[in-house]
């Protein structure tokens, strides 16, 4: 959705679709998805591909940007239809590979890095790719309301500061403005402070220089060596017409720091609440009570605002509406279990609402489900999923008052229950299946890493064992999930991980029997 083009360089990229291999997804034509799964998936004509539409139907990297940011004009536009104000923008100091081989001898474009390399903001190459991106953002939005800058999670590790700070531009901002990050733990933190200051200053002079009416937000990551440590010296420094935001840490269990209500008499400062974590985006998290008492907390550090992130929308949505709340009422108070109650309630009737309560609040407040892994940003293993016994009795307790309500329901309360319990069933099932693979995957990864294996007997065990995984209920009952877009989004992610694992390790096992 922003295009940064630099020097007649069009770098490659689109929305991610079922055939792109990023964040561990391993590339998948619909038509190879398990069972009749794919039958549900409705595509355009000619595209072989679950995502975007722009995305899979498109033949040139124009095209995929000329479609993506179509349909990001359309998003703002209706945005502003219903009175909601919308930012836009990115990680910056994080630039597309196709632009690295302009550096120039003698000129620091660029210092080496853990896992990327870092622009020098001190340097003209990397200021002017900064500058595109921008500019990309005002004229194909030019009704944005905000330019949100991002302090890159990642990639600013593993610089050698000694070797960055021989440049001398660089050297000297340095030298200016390290006293400004006392707060920060260790001289790479200093250095990244200067960095994301030099960034911020050329940013907010750009935006000036083009007469932008958006407003600049700074917003990063909350972990204890991300941007928290480095507000305090970048509230000192920067104009106070920047917003300033921050993820909560822990991937939302943790609050916001108590310092933003220190920074708050300067400036507006937004707290960022997460509805869900990316680390369970196959499970259901219910988190009403931390978005009670982190809105609540906001109300009393003062801070100008709350925003709300998330990747699903059916699945968070007592999250979102108690997030919702209290946001829009300071002075609301209702108990954790008054929530659900009303929830479950509306959604399912109010015996639903009597059985039903008091386990999801627990599940709520005891946070019983945070280790139950499905990091969707990781390569999927068969140790995604898999539940201890806490996990199952309280998801089959769940189950069994839901199906004995089902009897008792019709019309759309009953649908609503059905498509909510069947969230449950499937996590049960996932973690069967996990099970059920796992011995496989650990052979596998024992012969590749050299170690003995015990006769055939080991490979025949764990092929008994894998073709009893109850595969084909697990992708049924996720079936019965199926509600909106953003379910087919999941289901995609079972066929490209799940379902091509499973596979991948069924074939081995069959060839490892054949040689024995």
């Given at each position: 959705?922003?295009?940064?083009?630099?020097?007649?360089?069009?770098?490659?990229?689109?929305?991610?679709?079922?055939?792109?291999?990023?964040?561990?997804?391993?590339?998948?034509?619909?038509?190879?998805?398990?069972?009749?799964?794919?039958?549900?998936?409705?595509?355009?004509?000619?595209?072989?591909?679950?995502?975007?539409?722009?995305?899979?139907?498109?033949?040139?990297?124009?095209?995929?940007?000329?479609?993506?940011?179509?349909l990001m004009r359309d998003v703002l536009k209706m945005a502003h239809e219903r009175g909601i104000r919308m930012a836009m923008g990115f990680e910056f100091g994080v630039i597309p590979p196709e632009y690295f081989s302009l550096n120039v001898a003698g000129d620091c474009f660029y210092?080496?890095?853990?896992?990327?390399?870092?622009?020098?903001?001190?340097s003209q190459i990397a200021a002017e790719i900064h500058y595109a991106a921008i500019d990309d953002i005002l004229n194909t939005y030019p009704d944005?309301?905000?330019?949100?800058?991002?302090?890159?999670?990642?990639?600013?590790?593993?610089?050698?500061?000694?070797?960055?700070?021989r440049d001398k531009p660089f050297a000297r901002a340095y030298q200016e403005n390290q006293a400004l990050f006392k707060e920060a733990a260790d001289s790479s933190a200093r250095f990244v402070g200067v960095w994301a200051l030099e960034y911020m200053k050329l940013t907010y002079k750009h935006l000036k220089s083009k007469g932008s009416r958006a407003k600049l937000i700074l917003g990063g990551w909350g972990g204890g060596h991300q941007l928290p440590s480095l507000l305090k010296g970048l509230d000192r420094a920067l104009p106070q017409d920047i917003i300033f935001s921050c993820l909560n840490p822990d991937l939302g269990k943790s609050p916001q720091p108590d310092f933003l209500e220190e920074i708050a008499r300067n400036r507006s400062v937004w707290a960022v609440p997460w509805l869900e974590g990316d680390h369970q985006l196959w499970h259901f998290q219910p988190r009403v009570n931390m978005m009670r008492e982190q809105v609540k907390l906001a109300a009393e550090q003062n801070l100008d605002g709350v925003i709300a992130i998330h990747w699903r929308t059916e699945e968070p949505r007592f999250n979102f509406r108690t997030f919702a709340r209290f946001?829009?009422?300071?002075?609301?108070?209702?108990?954790?279990?008054?929530?659900?109650?009303?929830?479950?309630?509306?959604?399912?009737?109010?015996?639903?609402?009597?059985?039903?309560?008091?386990?999801?609040?627990?599940?709520?407040?005891?946070?019983?489900?945070?280790?139950?892994?499905?990091?969707?940003?990781y390569a999927?293993?068969?140790?995604?999923?898999?539940?201890?016994e806490n996990n199952v009795r309280i998801r089959q307790e769940l189950v069994s008052s839901g199906e004995s309500l089902l009897k008792k329901?019709?019309?759309?309360?009953?649908?609503?229950?059905?498509?909510?319990?069947?969230?449950?069933?499937?996590?049960?099932?996932?973690?069967?299946?996990?099970?059920?693979?796992?011995?496989?995957?650990?052979?596998k990864k024992k012969e590749v890493q050299g170690e003995k294996i015990n006769g055939s007997q080991e490979y025949m065990d764990a092929y008994r064992l894998l073709v009893s995984a109850p595969v084909k209920e697990m992708f049924d009952t996720y079936m019965e999930r199926v509600h909106s877009r953003g379910e087919l989004g999941v289901l995609s992610s079972l066929n490209q991980r799940v379902w091509r694992e499973y596979n991948d390790l069924k074939i081995y096992l069959e060839n490892k029997i054949k040689e024995k």
């Open positions: 959705m922003i295009k940064i083009e630099y020097k007649n360089i069009l770098p490659q990229a689109c929305f991610d679709n079922s055939m792109t291999a990023r964040w561990g997804y391993l590339p998948m034509a619909v038509k190879d998805f398990a069972f009749d799964t794919g039958k549900i998936f409705q595509l355009p004509v000619g595209a072989e591909a679950f995502g975007n539409n722009g995305s899979i139907t498109s033949h040139s990297s124009r095209e995929h940007y000329e479609k993506a940011q179509s210092w080496a890095g853990e896992s990327n390399m870092i622009p020098n903001p001190k944005i309301d905000y330019i949100w800058m991002w302090l890159n999670e990642h990639s600013f590790m593993g610089v050698d500061i000694q070797k960055a700070l946001a829009s009422d300071k002075g609301a108070d209702e108990s954790v279990d008054q929530l659900y109650d009303r929830y479950l309630t509306e959604e399912f009737g109010e015996e639903a609402a009597k059985e039903m309560t008091p386990l999801l609040a627990r599940m709520d407040r005891e946070q019983i489900q945070w280790n139950v892994p499905s990091p969707e940003f999927y293993t068969p140790e995604w999923g898999l539940l201890d329901l019709r019309g759309e309360k009953r649908e609503n229950l059905k498509r909510f319990i069947a969230m449950f069933r499937f996590e049960l099932l996932l973690g069967e299946v996990d099970r059920a693979m796992m011995p496989a995957f650990i052979l």
